[in-house]
């Protein structure tokens, strides 16, 4: 069956990809090497970058950038790679990272449990699912049937494009986790936003501009959870 002319292609950006790009260079690599022009050992120093570009890939096939696999490879990677030009103190080198990483992923399995999106509803795409972590995101949502959403930053940012979006049901919610990291949600003129998140040394900034219709008429925005060190921007 053909997919639809609105389909979405899928990414050529893939793990498997990486991975021949990676051989094709070794072996360009290794020939210069030979002929005297360059330095094999130096450049192969860097392998672990294969890792993290294989991880990243990953990610982007992932959709949601929440797929503990493309985090592993990553992760898995910059260890390596630091651990490469640690001079082989491994202990002193990764172990803060190691328990950086390990309460990564203990604040990604809770804000999952907490949340509670039921699969169906994580599943559509009315609903809006981004994280971000020691990198950013972008989402511009056009769907006329919003059914909120979940964004997370931690040590990155997220910005969020809804002024082509409509609410479902005239409400819609957002429940955001911020954790040194920020980021930014437009949305349409004339939508009222309701600020229900906790911000500790951060800040909710509600910039938006309501025009002259009523409270009671105007689409409304819910923005839940909570904000640390860093913060989040909604405006039109």
């Not at 051989?23 to 005297?36: E, K």
């Not at 990764?94 to 992923?105: D, E, F, H, K, T």
């Not at 809804?162 to 957002?174: M, N, Y």
């Amino acid at each position: 069956m053909n997919p639809p002319d609105d389909a979405k292609p899928p990414s050529p950006f893939s793990p498997k990809l990486v991975l021949g790009v990676a051989i094709i260079v070794a072996g360009l690599v290794l020939t210069l090497d030979n002929l005297g022009l360059i330095e094999a050992h130096t450049i192969f120093k860097l392998w672990p970058l294969v890792l993290v570009a294989m991880g990243i890939a990953k990610l982007r096939q992932e959709g949601s950038g929440s797929g503990m696999g493309g985090w592993f490879l990553v992760l898995a990677g910059a260890f390596l790679l630091l651990f490469t030009f640690a001079k082989g103190h491994l202990a002193e080198a990764l172990a803060p990272m190691l328990v950086v990483a390990v309460g990564i992923l203990i604040v990604i399995k809770s804000l999952k449990q907490a949340r509670g999106v039921p699969p169906e509803l994580a599943r559509s795409e009315d609903f809006l699912q981004g994280t971000a972590i020691f990198g950013g995101f972008k989402r511009r949502v056009s769907t006329q049937t919003f059914k909120g959403g979940e964004l997370t930053a931690i040590f990155g940012g997220y910005e969020v494009d809804l002024r082509q979006a409509a609410l479902e049901s005239g409400q819609a919610r957002i429940d955001v986790f911020v954790l040194f990291g920020g980021g930014e949600i437009r949305v349409p003129e004339g939508w009222e936003i309701a600020n229900r998140a906790t911000a500790m040394f951060g800040a909710l900034d509600d910039k938006t501009h309501h025009g002259p219709s009523p409270v009671e008429t105007r689409p409304r925005l819910v923005v839940t959870g909570l904000i640390l060190f860093g913060g989040t921007e909604v405006k039109s």
